[in-house]
């Protein structure tokens, strides 16, 4: 079966986690820190990296450090992987979601300028917005942070697959048009850590509040104490926090990959060019790419030919490639229409771009070591899948 993803792993990767497997430090040691500067460098200047064992933990202290809470709001996508609303929910505060644009599939500024103007009204402002850069493209940041800015609301840009990527020739991660970046290290991501993320942030503050919640809130910095007269082996709790921590192990192989990552993502991009190129002018859409968007490229979504019988045409599709040995996948569900949220009052017909994404989207298979002659057979598939459409 050819993969829609997966990781490449390098001796020099191995040998990284080998050295660390030997030194005095398996949890968080120095390796930690030193992931965190380099990827923090590589999004731009004067910003601070906290890294996590998952991005849905860096997702949960984001919100927890924007201060996000029981009565808060959150707004973010439809079409994501469920963290990007979950965030919300571990803090008690409650979800709604924006409809995507139907050519980028990713946030709609028109729809968030609609939705705000209505929630203004109806004195329902969420507290934090969070727009997802789908399969590394980046989202509309610009308008999306003049808006928050209007309306007094804090940005987290889900960053999960756009490690690399950049928007108006600024690096994703650089939060300039947000509070918090967050990032995946999963292994399908740009690079892998095993499991891990990353949030960055410009707010010396908020990355303070960051490390701590990643800690249990705990401290050992005795300028944070509540009193000092402790011993020197002394730590206290200062605020509510988690087992949140990325190992040395991790951080070792993260920074390895980062050798390589402008290598990925270059290859990502000249397989993406191949696909477009041969794709254009089939009846298959791909996503809109702009001049100002340069994705990295973390997946390869089509969207089959919009009739009144798209769910069953995706599902003969996904059959036939799959009988092809084709591992293509979906991206996503809608998640308003999960059962954890169907309980919440969300229905069918909420965000009707998302759900005629969700009902054609099929991606198809882009990682590392793909050869011409691969992505010419899944093409020629693609193409006999499509006599399968009624």
Same mark, same amino acid.
Not at 348 to 359: G, P, R
């Given at each position: 079966?050819?993969?829609?993803?997966?990781?490449?792993?390098?001796?020099?990767?191995?040998?990284?986690?080998?050295?660390?497997?030997?030194?005095?430090?398996?949890?968080?040691?120095?390796?930690?820190?030193?992931?965190?500067?380099?990827?923090?460098?590589?999004?731009?200047?004067?910003?601070?990296?906290? +890294?996590?064992?998952?991005?849905?933990? *860096?997702?949960?202290? +984001?919100?927890? *450090? #924007?201060?996000?809470?029981?009565?808060?709001? #959150?707004?973010?996508?439809?079409?994501? $992987?469920?963290?990007?609303? %979950?965030?919300?929910?571990?803090?008690?505060?409650?979800?709604?979601?924006?409809?995507?644009?139907?050519?980028?599939?990713?946030?709609?500024?028109?729809?968030?300028?609609?939705?705000?103007?209505?929630?203004?009204?109806?004195?329902?402002?969420?507290?934090?917005?969070?727009?997802?850069?789908?399969?590394?493209?980046?989202?509309?940041?610009?308008?999306?942070?003049?808006?928050?800015?209007?309306?007094?609301?804090?940005?987290?840009?889900?960053?999960?697959?756009?490690?690399? +990527?950049?928007?108006?020739?600024?690096?994703?991660?650089?939060?300039?048009?947000?509070?918090?970046?967050?990032?995946?290290?999963?292994?399908?991501?740009?690079?892998?850590?095993?499991?891990?993320?990353? *949030?960055?942030?410009?707010?010396?503050? #908020?990355?303070?509040?960051?490390?701590?919640?990643? %800690?249990?809130?705990?401290?050992?910095?005795?300028?944070? $104490?509540?009193?000092?007269?402790?011993?020197?082996?002394?730590?206290?709790?200062?605020?509510?926090?988690?087992?949140?921590?990325?190992?040395?192990?991790?951080?070792?192989?993260? #920074?390895?990959?980062?050798?390589?990552?402008?290598?990925?993502?270059?290859?990502?991009? *000249?397989?993406?060019?191949?696909?477009?190129?041969?794709?254009?002018?089939?009846?298959?859409?791909?996503?809109?790419?702009?001049?100002?968007?340069?994705?990295?490229?973390?997946?390869?979504?089509?969207?089959?030919?919009?009739?009144?019988?798209?769910?069953?045409?995706?599902? +003969?599709?996904?059959?036939? !490639?799959?009988?092809?040995?084709?591992?293509?996948?979906?991206?996503?569900?809608?998640?308003?229409?999960?059962?954890?949220?169907?309980?919440?009052?969300?229905?069918?017909?909420?965000?009707?771009?998302?759900? %005629?994404?969700?009902?054609?989207? !099929?991606?198809?298979?882009? $990682?590392?070591?793909?050869?011409?002659?691969?992505?010419?057979?899944?093409?020629?598939?693609?193409?006999?899948?499509?006599?399968?459409?009624?």
């Amino acid at each position: 079966m050819i993969p829609y993803s997966k990781q490449i792993i390098s001796n020099e990767d191995i040998n990284s986690v080998l050295e660390v497997l030997k030194s005095d430090w398996l949890t968080q040691g120095p390796m930690i820190e030193k992931f965190e500067n380099k990827v923090s460098s590589i999004c731009g200047k004067q910003l601070f990296g906290t +890294a996590y064992n998952s991005a849905t933990s *860096a997702l949960h202290a +984001a919100c927890y *450090a #924007l201060g996000l809470r029981e009565g808060d709001i #959150l707004w973010t996508v439809p079409n994501s $992987f469920v963290a990007s609303a %979950n965030c919300a929910i571990f803090c008690g505060a409650q979800v709604d979601f924006v409809d995507i644009d139907p050519k980028s599939w990713n946030m709609c500024p028109i729809s968030l300028k609609d939705k705000l103007e209505s929630a203004e009204h109806n004195g329902k402002l969420p507290k934090i917005i969070i727009p997802v850069h789908f399969s590394g493209m980046s989202a509309e940041m610009a308008v999306i942070h003049e808006l928050a800015m209007k309306y007094g609301i804090k940005v987290i840009e889900d960053a999960s697959h756009a490690l690399g +990527a950049s928007y108006n020739d600024t690096m994703v991660g650089s939060c300039k048009y947000s509070d918090i970046t967050v990032f995946s290290f999963h292994p399908v991501k740009m690079i892998t850590t095993g499991e891990g993320g990353m *949030a960055v942030t410009k707010d010396e503050n #908020l990355d303070g509040k960051m490390k701590l919640f990643r %800690n249990h809130g705990i401290t050992r910095d005795r300028r944070d $104490f509540k009193n000092s007269d402790l011993g020197p082996w002394s730590y206290q709790q200062v605020g509510l926090g988690y087992n949140y921590r990325m190992t040395d192990i991790a951080a070792a192989l993260g #920074l390895s990959q980062l050798k390589t990552l402008h290598k990925f993502i270059s290859e990502r991009r *000249a397989y993406a060019s191949h696909y477009s190129k041969v794709l254009d002018g089939t009846p298959y859409v791909s996503q809109e790419t702009k001049i100002e968007h340069n994705s990295s490229w973390h997946l390869y979504v089509i969207c089959i030919p919009d009739t009144k019988n798209n769910r069953n045409n995706r599902l +003969a599709i996904f059959r036939f !490639l799959r009988e092809q040995k084709i591992g293509v996948n979906v991206h996503y569900e809608p998640i308003h229409l999960q059962p954890f949220y169907r309980k919440m009052g969300f229905r069918e017909n909420m965000f009707l771009s998302a759900e %005629n994404y969700s009902e054609r989207c !099929l991606s198809i298979p882009l $990682f590392l070591t793909m050869t011409t002659d691969t992505q010419n057979y899944i093409l020629k598939a693609l193409n006999d899948g499509l006599e399968l459409i009624n």
